[in-house]
């Protein structure tokens, strides 16, 4: 086991109206506040300022699921820091495999909202994985060492400190199919490894790595028992406080 602080982030992806956020953040106060690890809620945009308003002051940070590459500017239907920053954001996920994978990210336009994030103050959930095909041609640890290497390009060694990586294998990803604990742990030692070539070994021991896809209260036990997977990054499960809480306070 490492001395690294467990870190439970839902990501709520494009579900819930203002009042259904509500309950469900109101639930998670409520059953999260003796919890012993590090929590992060992730609306949608539009339910950010009425979360933001229940989880301030407890042991929850506010996340918002993605943010414009710019400050400013006339960039319609994207949102800026600047934004973010107003309504309570502490945390930012970026180059998360639906933003890639459904509307093309690639790793130059993620490093550069992963730079401005950081600018402004904000952590970053780095988000890293390889589709199907790619582990089926013995890619995938070059895969997420590549979004790993060009996603933190620039970024200095102080600024490391406010980097999460998430590794979410695009197969599981609400698929059901959750990858082995020993399958994911080797992605994310080949990820320490990379950053402790990147940045030394300090700062490698340091980081935190989340796992992602299908994460469920019956697997994370087991997911978190790995030498190097450091929290979760929950989907699906996150959308109720029945399947979310058992993950957050996993015994
Ligand atoms: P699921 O937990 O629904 O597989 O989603 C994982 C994910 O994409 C979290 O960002």
Redesign the pocket.
């Known amino acids: 086991m490492s001395n690294r602080p467990y870190y439970i982030a839902g990501?709520w992806k494009m579900h819930k109206t203002r009042a259904e956020a509500a309950d469900l953040a109101k639930a998670l106060v409520a059953q999260l506040k003796d919890g012993k690890h590090t929590y992060l809620a992730a609306p949608s945009f539009t339910a950010l300022e009425t979360v933001g308003a229940i989880i301030k002051g407890t042991n929850i940070r506010l996340g918002a699921q993605d943010c414009a590459c710019e400050e400013q500017g006339a960039h319609t239907g994207e949102v800026s820091v600047l934004q973010l920053k107003d309504l309570g954001v502490q945390t930012i996920?970026l180059g998360?495999?639906?933003r890639r994978h459904t509307y093309q990210e690639d790793d130059a336009l993620i490093n550069k909202k992963v730079k401005l994030a950081l600018q402004h103050g904000f952590e970053v959930i780095l988000?890293v994985g390889e589709q199907l095909s790619e582990r089926e041609a013995g890619k995938a640890e070059a895969v997420c060492e590549t979004q790993t290497v060009k996603g933190l390009e620039g970024v200095s060694p102080a600024d490391l400190s406010r980097i999460v990586i998430?590794y979410?294998p695009v197969w599981?990803?609400?698929?059901g199919k959750t990858a082995t604990p020993e399958d994911a742990d080797v992605i994310h030692a080949h990820i320490r490894k990379v950053i402790g070539r990147l940045y030394g070994g300090g700062a490698a021991e340091k980081l935190i790595i989340q796992y992602?896809?299908?994460?469920k209260p019956e697997n994370a036990a087991q997911l978190m028992a790995k030498e190097n997977i450091d929290g979760a990054?929950?989907?699906?499960?996150?959308l109720k406080a029945e399947t979310f809480v058992p993950i957050a306070l996993f015994a």
């Not at 599981?172 to 698929?175: K, P, S, W």
């Open positions: 990501n996920i998360h495999s639906e988000c998430a979410e599981a990803i609400g698929t992602g896809g299908s994460v990054l929950v989907g699906g499960a996150a």
